[in-house]
């Protein structure tokens, strides 16, 4: 009995090597992401659109977490979106993204605490703090799987 072995190879590009990595919105952390922009989002513009601050202090600050770290993460899901950690390896971009998760669920958790306590029954403000909420939970589910990629336990391959 002879095997013959048929081999071929394509030339064309494939759907996985373009510039845009669309299939990363269809992942857990891609989900995540973009359900702490919009959480993000819309506690931002809850903050900016209501009338009769109770307290103006506590509301700058929930107003400036919210929207730096909506703009840290839009930068993170751009990132992956176009595939430009390949193109910088300087950065250990796992611990960066554990570094920004771990700093936006203490700061995001206290302006969201801070929010529904001052919120004085302005309803716009009372959605802000929720949406603040889901934010930090989202962030933690985050924290939580980055961690496990950054700092989890790694494979030396050594034989003992």
């Known amino acids: 009995m002879s095997h013959t072995v048929i081999t071929t190879s394509t030339t064309g590009r494939t759907s996985g090597d373009g510039m845009l990595n ?3 919105t269809r992942t857990i952390p891609g989900l995540l992401k973009i359900g702490q922009m919009v959480a993000l989002l819309v ?12 307290s ?3 509301f700058q600050f929930f107003e ?3 929207l730096w770290f909506f703009i840290a993460f839009l930068l993170f899901f751009l990132m992956h979106l176009f595939r430009l ?4 390896p300087c950065f250990n971009w796992p611990l960066t993204e554990f ?3 771990s700093v ?4 995001v958790c206290i302006a969201s605490i801070v929010a529904a306590v001052k919120a004085g029954g302005v309803s716009a403000l009372v959605v802000s703090s929720v949406f603040g909420f889901i934010a930090t939970f989202l962030m933690a ?6 961690y496990s990629v950054s700092c989890g336990p790694h494979q030396t391959g050594a034989v003992v």
């Open 56 to 58: 103006w202090a506590a």
């Open 64 to 66: 400036v977490v919210s």
């Open 85 to 88: 950690q390949a193109k910088m």
């Open 104 to 107: 936006g669920v203490v700061l």
């Open 141 to 146: 589910v985050s924290l939580w799987t980055t």
């Open 99 to 101: 570094f920004h998760y």
């Open 43 to 54: 506690a931002f513009l809850c903050v900016r659109c209501a009338r009769g601050w109770p």
């Open 22 to 24: 669309l299939g990363y």
